[in-house]
């Protein structure tokens, strides 16, 4: 069982998606380094966040709640919805010197901008509640 987790684990990590898409965002447009790390960090409290609440029932509680789910879906495409103006907005202005991009400026906006975007996808709770619980073996501590 331990192997198919790790394959399973490896495939998931190894594709990219769009937490690659903002760690590179984060390095590439003048960023440093230490600013991709933080956000990479943000996305991995992220997930450990998703996994404490899957071991917790969270998660399927949300899953079988069609008003908590809409509300996180809602939540996150608004998220989604304000990253897209903020990194369209420089453009509208100048192709110079625009003011201000959604690149993370600073090591808290670093780490929340990767938590956040980790904490409103819906596509996570799915993920967590359909792969994970299917490596638990029946009667094994959940939380370990």
Known sequence: MILAFLAAAIILT???????????????NGANRRLAVLTSLGIGAGLLVWGVLTAAGVSALVAASPVAYDVLRVAGAA???VMGVKALWPARRTHDAPEETTTPRSARRAVTTGLSTNLLNPKLLVFYLSLLPQFVPDGAPVFA
Not at 14 to 28: C, F, K
Request: net charge neutral.
């Open 79 to 81: 998220w989604l919805v």
């Open 14 to 28: 190894i594709t990219p998606g769009p937490d690659t898409a903002l760690v590179m965002r984060t390095a590439v």
